[in-house]
């Protein structure tokens, strides 16, 4: 019997899944037999750096509750995708079932690093995010020892400005997933 499997995508709140790297990540994992899961947000409020944990707070409160719609017990395993604030969520979430769930991060804020886990979590960041120190970062994760690829002049949506280099990370990223 094939296990059952589901990528659960917790988006940012300007980046959703018809976007590059969540579009291809939900397309590899669908590929791969995985059940796809969206989390959706509602009437959130602006977000800038300076209230980036009360909407943390709001996205993480929005997706246990869908979360908690889901037989989470018929799943053998279960890959968190995160962009952005999604990522606050999806550590939370993890932190509060205690599961050895995999985590894909891509360009998670400011308020994630503290809740970054080591163990099945994967970071993508961009050395030119405006949303996140990168030498916080790199710290939590090299001794956390969480695998974290950095871009190269990446911006919070992973890209440079050089179209046909970031298609060609993309590639790349996708191929580590």
């Known amino acids: 019997m094939k296990k059952k499997r589901m990528a659960l995508i917790l988006p940012g709140l300007g980046y959703h899944s018809d976007k590059p790297l969540l579009y291809y990540a939900k397309k590899l994992f669908r590929q791969r037999g995985y059940q796809i899961e969206e989390i959706t947000y509602q009437n959130l409020p602006e977000w800038n750096k300076e209230n980036l944990e009360a909407v943390g707070e709001?996205?993480?409160q929005q997706a246990e509750k869908a979360f908690a719609q889901i037989d989470?017990?018929?799943y053998e395993e279960i890959v968190?995708?995160?962009?952005?604030?999604g990522s606050v969520a999806a550590?939370?979430?993890i932190q509060k079932w205690r599961k050895e769930w995999k985590h894909i991060c891509f360009t998670p804020?400011?308020?994630?690093?503290p809740l970054l886990e080591s163990g099945k979590t994967i970071v993508f960041s961009g050395t030119s995010d405006p949303f996140i120190d990168c030498s916080k970062l790199k710290q939590v994760c090299r001794e956390k020892k969480i695998p974290l690829y950095l871009i190269d002049?990446?911006?919070h949506s992973l890209e440079t400005g050089d179209i046909i280099g970031d298609i060609e990370k993309l590639r790349?990223?996708?191929k580590k997933l």
């Open 58 to 60: 709001i996205v993480t």
């Open 72 to 74: 989470t017990q018929s």
């Open 80 to 85: 968190f995708i995160s962009k952005s604030i």
């Open 91 to 93: 550590c939370r979430l």
């Open 109 to 113: 804020v400011e308020v994630t690093i």
């Open 153 to 155: 002049e990446g911006n």
């Open 172 to 174: 790349q990223i996708m």
